[in-house]
């Protein structure tokens, strides 16, 4: 079955950096496009980046732009989020979600989801 | 503030029917670009409940259904249960944004 699960949530203080995971396993990592969507304690969803099924197409809110990095290693399945500067504002549960489709020029729906990792930046 | 406007909250008794409107633009939902609705219990991670505008994932129920007109998407949900209380939120791509955008969620209540 599909299973997503992320790791590497933690206490940063600001302006550092943290790295997130989201292993995938249960699918053909390689042909979905995936994402990180983060909630903030008690807020609504939001969306914070996205990577073609080949990792040649990325997107990112501006949010986050010029400080989080989305990668992905089709070999090892795994899913990554470089997220550097950190602010108090980026403290949230962070879910990576698999894409319907491939591509990132739109969506087709998040249809599989992790149980989240949890960031907290705090000094 | 969000790209896509939810209601915050919605109420119903059971066995009623609800709708929950998601609001967009010309660069969104107007656009052509489809909506996707998800369910969230506090606690959990989103599930997709409705897919390009009006499909249901396999084991969604025939009770949760999905419309779309011009800017705008309507969720509905008919003989209201009370395991459907949760959080609902609707979701798009936005071309001027170049991103996914979701709308800031609405809260059902079943009284």
């Known amino acids: 079955q599909v299973q997503l699960e992320e790791s590497g949530g933690g206490v940063v203080q600001p302006g550092r950096s943290l790295r997130l995971s989201c292993a995938a396993s249960?699918?053909?990592?390689?042909?979905?496009?995936m994402h990180w969507v983060r909630q903030a304690p008690g807020k609504g969803l939001e969306w914070v980046a996205d990577?073609?099924?080949?990792?040649?197409?990325?997107s990112y809110a501006d949010s986050v732009k010029g400080r989080f990095t989305i990668t992905r290693d089709n070999s090892k399945k795994t899913l990554f989020l470089e997220m550097n500067s950190l602010r108090l504002e980026d403290t949230a549960m962070y879910f990576c979600a698999r894409d319907r489709g491939g591509t990132v020029t739109t969506t087709l729906g998040f249809d599989y989801w992790g149980q989240g990792t949890l960031v907290t930046v705090s000094s | 503030q969000s790209v896509l406007t939810q209601p915050p909250s919605v109420s119903g008794t059971p066995g009623q029917r609800v709708t929950i409107s998601c609001t967009g633009s010309s660069s969104n939902i107007g656009a052509l670009y489809d909506v996707h609705w998800y369910q969230q219990v506090p606690g959990y991670p989103p599930k997709l409940l409705i897919f390009?505008?009006?499909n249901r994932p396999s084991g969604v129920p025939d009770r949760f259904s999905g419309s779309q007109s011009g800017t705008s998407a309507s969720l509905a949900i008919t003989g209201l249960q009370a395991e459907d209380e949760a959080d609902y939120y609707c979701?798009?791509?936005?071309?001027?944004?170049?991103?996914?955008?979701f709308g800031g969620g609405t809260k059902l209540t079943v009284l």
């Open positions: 390009g505008n009006t």
């Open positions: 990577i073609s099924y080949d990792g040649g197409d990325k």
């Open positions: 979701q798009s791509y936005d071309r001027s944004l170049s991103g996914v955008v």
């Open positions: 249960g699918f053909t990592f390689i042909a979905y496009a």
